[in-house]
């Protein structure tokens, strides 16, 4: 995907926003914007409902099915992993573009793989990806191989019980099918579940879906309140996602 952004990039802010976002990306997934003022943006796909202003977002939910994939024979040098055998999902064409194969059991075990292309398929299907990068450590039949998607492309409202990274709060409303521009470092107002002090620690909500809330040992830190922010409002975090 061509894109008009190189090296550190800087923007004004709002003429980022606005219109539904794009129909066709005009970046690639997952590229980073920062804002004169240090906000920090990712461009994600949304799907399958629009996006809302002022809620929490994770990336697509994993698919185990996906993950500790037999490797057929891969050479040192070879940019093609052929003939997977997936489990029991569907797998939708370039599902996985700017996503990674993680290789999980040895030989190779440890490097990622940047995936470039690979089409669709039904469940059980069996299917090659074709690489960004090139292999590194040869793989064999023993070789297994977790697929992992580009968490911006397929952003969802973080659920109450997450499937998937969580990568921002979104700016403004982006129309399901559409790209645009989702929030994941600086202030920015987002809904709380329950009632948060200023200066608290904010994890991802457990019971409201979209919320933050004052965060526990067992979830992620995204960041903290700028301000107090009552129950079920929306206040000030400053995000520590980028």
């Given at each position: 995907m061509a894109t008009n952004l190189s090296g550190p990039v800087l923007v004004a802010g709002r003429p980022l926003f606005g219109a539904g976002g794009d129909t066709v990306p005009q970046h690639p997934v997952g590229?980073?914007?920062?804002?004169?003022?240090?906000?920090?943006?990712?461009?994600?796909?949304?799907?399958?409902?629009?996006?809302?202003?002022?809620?929490?977002?994770?990336?697509?939910?994993?698919?185990?099915?996906?993950?500790?994939?037999?490797?057929?024979?891969?050479?040192?040098?070879?940019?093609?992993?052929?003939?997977?055998?997936?489990?029991a999902t569907v797998i939708q064409l370039n599902e996985y573009a700017g996503g990674q194969a993680v290789i999980s059991v040895t030989p190779g075990v440890g490097y990622s793989y940047r995936i470039k292309s690979h089409l669709g398929g039904a469940a059980s299907a069996t299917i090659s990806f074709t690489l960004e990068d090139a292999v590194e450590v040869a793989l064999t039949a023993t070789s297994r191989i977790d697929l992992v998607h580009n968490p911006y492309n397929g952003v969802i409202v973080n659920p109450t019980t997450r499937t998937g990274p969580v990568v921002g709060v979104a700016v403004d409303v982006i129309t399901a099918g559409n790209y645009g521009w989702i929030q994941s470092q600086g202030p920015i107002g987002v809904l709380a579940d329950g009632t948060i002090a200023v200066g608290n620690n904010v994890s991802a909500s457990t019971g409201v879906a979209g919320a933050v809330a004052v965060a526990t040992t067992a979830t992620a830190l995204l960041g903290w309140a700028c301000t107090g922010i009552a129950d079920t409002e929306y206040g000030s975090v400053y995000l520590t996602l980028d």
């Open positions: 590229a980073r914007v920062e804002a004169n003022d240090g906000r920090v943006y990712r461009y994600c796909f949304v799907t399958p409902t629009a996006m809302v202003a002022g809620q929490l977002y994770q990336g697509p939910a994993q698919k185990t099915t996906h993950q500790d994939l037999t490797a057929t024979a891969a050479a040192i040098g070879d940019t093609t992993l052929s003939s997977l055998v997936l489990g």
